[in-house]
């Protein structure tokens, strides 16, 4: 039995301790904001929040999670009021097929979290592990800055 | 006559005849509700609901915001205003370029650019001729303004407000509006699944969750050619959940609850193959286009007199080029949800193609056509891997075995290794140069069919005319597949290169030598021109080169019959600055291309220190006809390049002993951020018909590329993808 708080509210799941914490959230929960792309935490579409930090899901057994905090793409916003980046990416029209767009904001998040006024560079180094297909990233660098420069609150 | 206007008319004669009409029984709440579809697209109800039909697959390419604006221009009504909702597998949705219902060869805009705005119109009309109706006066006195009819003493009423008069007017056709009172083409620039793509809450084919599903995942075969013989799952009992294995077409399938468990369970399967005696490589694949390339090829395009004109050239030139295999990489790996019941079949996936979703269906369980029903999901992803339907198929076999409704589920590595690959290919080209231009021009192409493999499933769907019944489709189908392949020359094996070259080079050969390997090969983002963009815009790099002329200006000489081209490379080097002095070891390559009906020119600007290169900006022109989102356009000329980059710098799919060796992405990497080149996109304005966006931007990002690097070390790369040092 897995028990920890998901999106502020505790959860208690009876799954293998070693079954990754994507696969609890998906398949368990139901909470499909969180995707699957690799498996091997190469491209970074699993990215949630263990107690306000990025993680890669896919590797994280859920062991890991027991009495701590998760957040997913889900919460990032609060009920009806969008996470700054959630406004920036809309008005940059950053998603194009949008699959890998969950683990992309959710890193971003996590980014300005602990650094609120990332350079280009450190903005690259924290985005370097979350692939997208479709080559949106120039647009996710530049909804990046913009609410770096206070442009979305 | 056109296609697009056949099948225009067929749904109005249709319509008039038999005005569809749902009369919905009241639910306590809707008492009285009336709604109507005036076509195939656009659903009116009296609550004031639009729900547009969207028969095209969303996978980023922007056709669920394009192609509701279509028909809102002409309907006059905000296209915000409408809710989308996606189309079953239904004859009505035929691609009017493709013919059958299929989102591929960047068509989406460009074939329902005139059916949707006549369906706006006519169905405008009919809410005119409505009020004018309800009025009791000329419908000429009357005209409309966002969803709402005007009549005369500015009388109005709101469309959904007539549909009880609307029900006894017939649908005509209506003229359409002058191209200079646009509200929405060209003018609207967001996307309409902003909202849901940035908090998760788009369902894709993955995402699908339906009562009771169980989740599979396959065991295929080892290597091409393996057979199954026999299976064990004595050791999967124990998995928590497990439902049962079963054996499909494309090897063993285990069911259980929970993706996490389908693979556990998998791990735990002991299966018996028959392993071939030989077995394919890329060396073995590379020695059989050697063999090809000893003889001519049967002819694709002659012009003038090729021999002469190479042996009087004052020089000459002859080389090889090789492009590889690639993967699709789509970011969502292969599924689907299948619902098998005694009689009846329900699928979600995230396809390119309800109608062949919908014929796999019919193939397996033998049902009727209106025993089947295909839902299109987003899609996560799509470049052409979703042409395919084989993730329908599994899904489907395994369903009907398991006898449980079930998502199967590919890993990366399935996705990777099972792939339909953009084929490689082997190209010989000679070039002559005489007085500073090009005089002569051979290519001969040796590479793989795809519609020699596809043919045979897609005939029926795409040949046989829709009012034809299904299970005759299926028989007369088949037998012009069987036939078909042999008969014909795979035209998207040399597409770019061919009759379409598009240099006014008097004397030019142009041969195909077809490769059959084993490899399963589809249909990737830009097809052929992936590999005769890269290979003839290098070539005619080599002869400027040769020549000792500016590589622009010898383009630019030789595009006197294409000035639609000609035009686009001229403010694509423009727009890049192109004799603009650089910063030290930056370098300069051009490259210019036509495709799906498009003009596409690249001037790719790249750093080059010792062995190492980086891409440091690319400018791309784009002439696609009249555009309706200039915004998504830009973001599809972005998506090309870094798409095509990514292939261009470490796309590689091989073989050895008939496995593919990559499985990841830590083997086969893609483009990350910080390796992404600064951007530019200029849209070249035009006035035609809207053409082909989702491709073109793709084949001269790879050759602009190559020809700043050989300007810059002298080293010409003529094998993808490129590597300075070797």
Redesign the interface.
């Known amino acids: 039995m897995i028990r920890f708080v998901l999106n502020g509210s505790p959860v208690e799941v009876k799954?293998?301790d070693d079954?990754?914490l994507l696969?609890v959230l998906?398949?368990?929960l139901?909470m499909?904001?969180?995707?699957?792309?690799?498996?091997?935490s190469?491209?970074g579409?699993c990215t949630v929040h263990l107690d306000g930090i990025a993680i890669r899901s896919c590797v994280t057994p859920c062991s890991a999670v027991e009495g701590k905090k998760v957040t997913?793409?889900?919460a990032?916003?609060n009920g009806d009021k969008?996470h700054a980046l959630?406004k920036a990416?809309?008005a940059e029209?950053?998603?194009?097929?949008?699959?890998?767009?969950?683990g992309q904001?959710m890193q971003a998040a996590s980014l300005l979290a602990s650094n609120p006024a990332p350079s280009d560079e450190e903005i690259?180094?924290a985005?370097?592990?979350?692939?997208?297909?479709?080559?949106?990233?120039?647009?996710?660098?530049k909804a990046i800055r913009a609410v770096v420069r206070g442009e979305f609150k | 006559m056109s296609s697009n206007r056949r099948d225009f008319l067929r749904v109005s004669a249709l319509a008039g005849a038999a005005l569809i009409l749902e009369f919905h029984l009241p639910a306590l709440a809707e008492a009285n509700s009336l709604s109507i579809e005036p076509n195939a697209w656009i659903k009116v109800t009296s609550e004031g609901r639009y729900v547009f039909i969207l028969d095209r697959a969303e996978?980023?390419?922007?056709v669920m915001t394009a192609l509701p604006i279509l028909l809102a221009e002409e309907f006059d009504i905000d296209p915000k205003k409408l809710e989308v909702e996606n189309a079953p597998a239904d004859t009505r949705y035929s691609n009017a370029d493709l013919h059958m219902q299929i989102t591929g060869g960047s068509t989406s805009v460009h074939a329902s650019w005139l059916p949707l705005r006549n369906a706006g119109a006519s169905a405008r009309q009919l809410f005119i001729d409505a009020a004018a109706l309800k009025w009791g006066c000329d419908a000429k006195l009357c005209t409309t303004n966002d969803g709402t009819v005007i009549g005369p003493d500015q009388k109005k009423i709101a469309y959904h407000q007539l549909i009880d008069f609307a029900l006894k007017c017939k649908v005509k056709e209506a003229p359409l509006k002058d191209p200079k009172g646009f509200k929405f083409i060209g003018r609207v620039?967001?996307?309409r699944?902003?909202?849901?793509?940035?908090?998760?809450?788009?369902?894709?084919g993955?995402?699908v969750?339906v009562d009771n599903v169980c989740?599979a995942m396959v065991l295929r075969a080892p290597c091409l050619g393996a057979k199954l013989k026999g299976f064990r799952a004595d050791k999967i009992k124990s998995v928590?959940g497990f439902v049962g294995a079963f054996r499909i077409s494309t090897g063993v399938a285990v069911v259980t609850?929970?993706?996490?468990?389908a693979k556990k369970a998998r791990e735990l399967l002991e299966v018996d193959w028959e392993i071939p005696a030989e077995l394919q490589s890329s060396e073995g694949i590379r020695q059989q286009a050697l063999r090809e390339a000893k003889h001519r090829g049967s002819e694709v395009f002659r012009r003038g007199n090729f021999l002469k004109g190479f042996e009087g050239a004052e020089e000459q030139i002859e080389v090889v080029y090789e492009c590889p295999y690639l993967s699709h990489?789509?970011?969502?790996?292969q599924n689907c949800t299948a619902n098998v019941t005694e009689n009846f079949c329900e699928v979600w996936a995230p396809t390119q193609s309800p109608a062949l979703a919908h014929k796999v269906c019919r193939d397996v369980t033998g049902f009727d056509a209106d025993k089947i029903r295909v839902n299109t999901t987003?899609?996560?992803?799509?470049?052409g891997r979703r042409l395919a339907q084989d993730y329908v198929r599994e899904a489907v076999e395994i369903s009907q075995a398991a006898g449980v409704p079930v998502r199967v589920q590919w890993?990366?590595e399935d996705d990777m290794q099972y792939d339909l690959y953009r084929p490689c290919s082997y190209h010989v080209l000679r070039g002559g140069v005489s007085a500073n231009n090009a005089v002569a021009w051979s290519h001969h192409v040796i590479t793989q069919s795809i519609m020699s493999d596809l043919l045979p499933e897609w005939a029926p769907e795409m040949l046989m005319p829709n009012w034809m019944p299904a299970g005759m489709r299926n028989i007369l189908g088949a037998g012009i597949g069987t036939v078909a392949p042999a008969l014909m020359s795979d035209p998207t094996a040399f597409e770019g290169a061919g009759e379409d070259v598009a240099y006014a080079i008097d004397n030019i050969s142009v041969t195909y030598s077809k490769l059959t390997t084993g490899v399963p090969v589809g249909f990737w983002r830009s097809v052929g021109h992936s590999y005769t963009g890269f290979v003839v815009e290098s070539f005619i790099d080599e002869l400027a080169h040769m020549a000792k002329v500016d590589a622009v200006e010898f383009r630019v000489k030789l595009l006197s019959q294409n000035p639609e081209l000609r035009e686009t490379l001229l403010q694509a080097s423009h727009a890049a600055g192109w004799a603009n002095p650089l910063p030290p070891n930056c370098f300069r390559g051009v490259a210019a291309h036509s495709s799906f009906r498009s003009h596409a020119a690249t001037v790719a600007e790249v750093q080059i220190t010792g062995d190492s290169f980086k891409v440091t900006r690319i400018v791309t022109a784009i002439q696609c006809g009249r555009v309706i989102n200039p915004?998504?356009v830009r973001?599809q000329i972005?998506?090309?390049?870094?798409?095509a980059l990514?292939a261009a710098l470490y796309g590689e799919i091989t073989w050895n002993e008939g496995r593919v060796q990559q499985s990841?992405?830590?083997n086969q990497p893609?483009?990350?951020?910080?390796e992404?080149p600064?951007?530019d996109v200029v849209l070249v304005k035009s006035d035609s018909a809207p053409t082909g966006v989702g491709e073109p931007g793709v084949p001269p990002v790879a050759p602009a590329v190559a020809n700043a690097i050989f300007k810059g070390s002298g080293k010409r790369l003529r094998t993808l993808p490129l590597r300075l040092g070797t």
């Open positions: 799954v293998e079954m990754p696969w998906r398949d368990e139901n499909t904001g969180t995707k699957f792309g690799c498996g091997m190469l491209c579409a997913t793409i889900e990032l916003s969008l959630q990416w809309m029209n950053v998603p194009q097929c949008g699959y890998c767009q969950s904001v690259d180094a985005m370097q592990g979350n692939i997208c297909r479709c080559g949106t990233y120039p647009r996710i660098k | 996978m980023g390419q922007g620039n967001e996307r699944e902003n909202l849901v793509k940035v908090t998760g809450r788009a369902t894709y993955i995402d969750r989740v928590r609850k929970n993706t996490w468990l990489s789509t970011m969502e790996p987003y899609l996560g992803g799509g470049f890993t990366r915004d998504m973001a972005e998506s090309a390049t870094i798409f990514s990841n992405f830590h893609v483009l990350r951020t910080s992404c600064q951007i």
